[in-house]
């Protein structure tokens, strides 16, 4: 079993910036995809970003240029850096880990993020 554990989450102008963290129970991303997806009130869950075992990236076209995903193995921690923040990226935001093989998923709590003036 893998918890995640996140923070950072909150409130931000529109053009602003926050950093959200994701913390595994173990060490974990030499075997687990690590990524961020969010839900927005009345939509459906949706991938943002992606850092694989190889850390190789991937991004929605929505937050491309703006969102980075990133992973510090030492503080066994994975990142994602938010800049040019818009209204439309209020949502709860979810860290998950995918085992390259088995493709077992576990999620985090949720962070809510709020965009607005």
């Known amino acids: 079993q893998v918890q995640l554990v996140e923070s950072g989450g909150g409130l931000a102008q529109p053009g602003g910036s926050l950093r959200l963290s994701c913390a595994p129970s173990g060490n974990i991303f030499s075997v687990y995809a690590m990524n961020w997806y969010r839900q927005a009130p009345g939509k459906e869950r949706e991938l943002v970003a992606a850092i694989s075992v190889g850390s190789r990236t991937n991004y929605a076209d929505s937050v491309k240029g703006r969102f980075t995903i990133s992973r510090d193995n030492a503080k066994n921690t994975v990142y994602l850096e938010m800049n040019s923040l818009k209204p439309e990226d209020t949502a709860v935001y979810y860290c998950?880990?995918?085992?390259?093989?088995?493709?077992?998923?576990?999620w985090g709590q949720g962070t809510q993020v709020t965009v607005s003036s």
């Open positions: 998950n880990a995918r085992h390259i093989i088995t493709k077992t998923n576990y």
